[in-house]
């Protein structure tokens, strides 16, 4: 329930932007704030929330952050101008960043085995489907809550969901005794939040031009991170625990390798949600529940496909993204090509069979990949861990949302507004960034296969990290 809002909240606002605008008389480059703020909030506070879930409790963090996001989504409905509704949603954004971790943490202290892959299942679903039916849900939300102020039950849909899951989460969560406390890092805390914040701000505000504006902020970015990852090692070889181990990439059969794979294939799974809406909305004229119905087939193959992904991943291993990143290459080009050549009254039509195959193959890429990433992780580094995965996705899933439309745009202008060649060569686009992403998996599906086995065992430390874990 938590990490479908906070997921489904991504989209969701994007098809309820134009009633906005209307009614609290903003400017398209305050408005957009709604939807850039919640995610740059959202991706930075993701690995210093992961890392606090380690050290103090994730069950503490994740009612905390629950319920500031359920406060947060009061007030955006409630907000009477457009600066207190970008401001509530900042904070929004934090509070879903603080939640996010607590998700993939929480299924990896509580669960081992198959049980853990068929739970991991379920959170893939709930990845896809809460990511693919935000467009189609604003849509039936504005359809029925009509009149100017109906946008504010975008918001307000949250409240009796989070309140539900809150209340269920303080009853079914079992309190464990957090790991070792430690001290925070506050160095790398300062220099990963500088870090992000240099990279994230450019891509959310593309819209406005921030790419072509703030160009500069991706190199000074990269010597933040390159510093950040040098100081992590320098706080290691003192013996002192640091934000983020990098062990995890080092060490972590499969973290790396995961962990790229996710931030490749978001660049291509965000972006193209956007696209889709414009091609359907202004190019073939859909209403906004319409364009939401004719991407439904993707969104039905994803989930049902991440559930039963779940239960074979821990007997097929990587091939399973492999296939799935395969079916999602064919799904969406075919449904490029539909959409370019078919009728135009029968394109969304004709497009479907297409995008329910790329659905399912992403449900065999999302929730597989969050197994076989995290499953060597040790328990105590869990929610720095998902942490940074989520921080891939949503930096991929930035990437995505800025370079997709501005191919988009750049193909409709300079062809005379031919909104079929420009929605076809922007999934070719996204195309690359998968293959690039079934590239690296397939890598690593042949590290495994020589090893004679699906899932090779993870080292006997992390079993026992597990157990200990558990026991506690």
Do not use: K
């Not at 207190?84 to 879903?96: N, Y």
């Not at 890092?185 to 990279?199: F, H």
């Not at 091939?319 to 799904?331: M, S």
Request: proline residues 5%; charged residues 10%; contains cysteine.
């Amino acid at each position: 329930m938590a990490g479908f809002m906070i997921l489904l909240d991504v989209t969701i606002v994007a098809v309820a932007l134009p009633s906005m605008q209307r009614d609290l008389h903003a400017s398209p480059a305050e408005v957009q704030w709604v939807v850039s703020g919640y995610a740059l909030t959202f991706a930075l506070a993701l690995v210093l929330a992961g890392r606090l879930g380690d050290a103090i409790g994730r069950r503490r963090v994740f009612l905390l952050a629950l319920s500031g996001f359920v406060i947060c989504s009061a007030a955006a409905g409630a907000a009477p101008t457009v600066m207190l509704l970008a401001v509530a949603r900042l904070a929004q954004g934090l509070a879903a960043g603080c939640l996010a971790p607590q998700n993939s943490a929480l299924i990896q202290q509580l669960f081992t085995g198959a049980e853990r892959g068929r739970a991991f299942g379920f959170f893939g679903a709930t990845v896809g489907i809460s990511s693919a039916v935000g467009p189609i849900t604003g849509g039936l939300i504005l359809a029925l809550a009509t009149g100017p102020q109906g946008w504010r039950w975008i918001f307000y849909v949250n409240l009796p969901i989070g309140v539900a899951a809150v209340l269920l989460g303080r009853r079914l969560l079992p309190r464990v005794r957090p790991g070792r406390r430690g001290h925070l890092d506050v160095p790398g805390v300062l220099l990963l939040g500088a870090g992000m914040l240099a990279v994230m701000f450019p891509l959310v505000q593309a819209a406005s031009g921030g790419i072509a504006r703030l160009w500069w902020l991706f190199p000074v970015g990269a010597v933040v991170l390159a510093g950040f990852a040098v100081w992590e090692r320098r706080v290691v070889g003192r013996g002192s625990e640091p934000l983020l181990d990098p062990s995890l990439f080092t060490r972590t059969r499969g973290y790396a390798t995961g962990a790229a794979v996710a931030t490749l294939y978001f660049i291509g799974f965000s972006g193209v949600w956007l696209v889709f809406a414009l091609f359907f909305q202004v190019g073939l004229g859909f209403t906004p529940l319409q364009s939401g119905l004719a991407v439904t087939p993707f969104a039905v193959g994803s989930a049902g496909a991440a559930v039963v992904a779940g239960r074979l991943v821990d007997r097929l291993g990587r091939v399973l993204t492999v296939c799935g990143l395969i079916a999602v290459i064919v799904g969406l080009g075919a449904a490029a090509l539909l959409l370019r050549f078919a009728p135009t009254e029968i394109a969304a039509w004709a497009a479907a069979p297409a995008l329910l195959v790329g659905g399912i193959g992403s449900g065999f890429v999302i929730s597989p990949n969050v197994t076989m990433t995290l499953r060597c992780v040790p328990v105590h580094m869990a929610g720095a861990a998902g942490g940074v995965l989520q921080t891939g996705q949503r930096l991929g899933g930035a990437v995505g949302t800025a370079a997709l439309p501005g191919v988009y745009y750049l193909v409709l202008n300079s062809t005379s507004h031919d909104f079929r060649a420009a929605v076809a060569a922007a999934i070719a686009v996204a195309l690359v960034a998968i293959a690039a992403s079934l590239a690296i998996a397939a890598m690593d599906w042949r590290r495994d296969a020589r090893s004679a086995v699906a899932i090779a065992p993870c080292p006997p430390e992390t079993a026992h990290s597990h157990t200990h874990a558990a026991q506690g």
